[in-house]
């Protein structure tokens, strides 16, 4: 009895999801037309997205090789740069004992 029951239950079941199917799929002409260029809309609008990504991409990876390249140059200038900063320390006290030196010999002229 339970078997039969289920059977029964089972075509029911089914017959129930092929009517729902063919009242779904039953479409207009029209209805089909949009869904269709609906469709090519958003292929479009895809592929666009992908190309954007895509150069995104590739700017990122311009920059970050940019960036590296920058680095590596920083690397090589930096003891540069801090030498530059050392030698102007060193000339601008050298320049104040210039004047320094000027003025106490001025001073002793003066005198």
Request: net charge positive; aromatic share 8%; proline share 1%.
């Amino acid at each position: 009895m339970k078997k039969l029951t289920l059977l029964f239950a089972f075509a029911v079941i089914c017959s129930l999801s092929s009517f729902a199917q063919t009242k779904q799929v039953k479409l207009s002409l029209d209805e089909l037309v949009i869904l269709s260029d609906y469709i090519k809309v958003l292929e479009k609008r895809d592929s666009l997205n992908l190309k954007l990504i895509n150069n995104y991409e590739q700017e990122l990876m311009k920059l970050k090789t940019e960036n590296a390249v920058l680095k590596e140059e920083s690397k090589v200038t930096a003891p540069v740069i801090d030498d530059r900063k050392k030698q102007e320390i060193k000339f601008a006290s050298f320049q104040e004992a210039v004047t320094e030196n000027k003025f106490a010999i001025s001073a002793e002229l003066v005198k």
